[in-house]
T-cell receptor, first 110, second 114 residues
């Protein structure tokens, strides 16, 4: 079956540091991959997505590349800000299933 | 565009009471997911439904039950409430059976058990 494994948190970084949150998946087919974000006091919202191998999703300075050979979709940002403090969820979907990772809490300190 | 609607937005109940939370998915979405997020904690998957049938089950207590109705809305029923059930409960909906579909989340119902 499908599954998503995310880097465990919490992750604490200083402002302007480089961020990587690892995400790997197992899937029987060719899923689409997503990153969702939950800011404090808010619901989950889509951050970015990639629908096929080698696609790069990007939004708000975040990027993730769909790597079929390593079954990964790592989230990266070159310079984090305090406002990026949130919980980040990796997810995959195919026509029959959707799976979320457990979430990684990021705290960015000034 | 229509979004996922949850009601009520806030609910206060006493211990041992029951509560019913409702989730109205985006029109034509056939799959609903329920999550529980305790204070300062990450969301935990509870249960999901597809076409009115339970499709997956997570860490849902036996005191809780849920169902999806013919109009695809879902209700989470919680009985014998405990203080520890105080949390934000949110649902998500999507369309199964298609490529590249993402889930959309509601704003959540904040349940406080006193």
């Amino acid at each position: 079956g499908n599954s998503v494994t995310q880097m465990e948190g919490p992750v604490t970084l200083s402002e302007e540091a480089f961020l990587t949150i690892n995400c790997t998946y197992t899937a029987t087919g060719y899923p689409s991959l997503f990153w969702y974000v939950q800011y404090p006091g808010e619901g989950l919202q889509l951050l970015l997505k990639a629908t096929k191998a080698d696609d790069k999703g990007s939004n708000k300075g975040f990027e993730a590349t769909y790597r079929k050979e390593t079954t990964s979709f790592h989230l990266e940002k070159g310079s984090v800000q305090v406002s990026d403090s949130a919980v980040y969820f990796c997810a995959l979907s195919d026509p029959d299933d959707m799976r979320f990772g457990a979430g990684t809490r990021l705290t960015v300190k000034p | 565009a229509a979004g996922v609607i949850q009601s009520p937005r806030h609910l206060i109940k006493e211990k041992r009471e029951t509560a019913t939370l409702k989730c109205y998915p985006i029109p034509r979405h056939d799959t609903v997911y329920w999550y529980q997020q305790g204070p300062g904690q990450d969301p935990q998957f509870l249960i999901s439904f597809y076409e009115k049938m339970q499709s997956d089950k997570g860490s849902i207590p036996d005191r809780f039950s849920a169902q999806q109705f013919s109009d695809y809305h879902s209700e989470l029923n919680m009985s014998s409430l405990e203080l520890g059930d105080s949390a934000l409960y949110f649902c998500a909906s999507r369309v199964l059976g298609r490529l590249n579909t993402e889930a959309f989340f509601g704003q959540g119902t904040r349940l406080t058990v006193v």
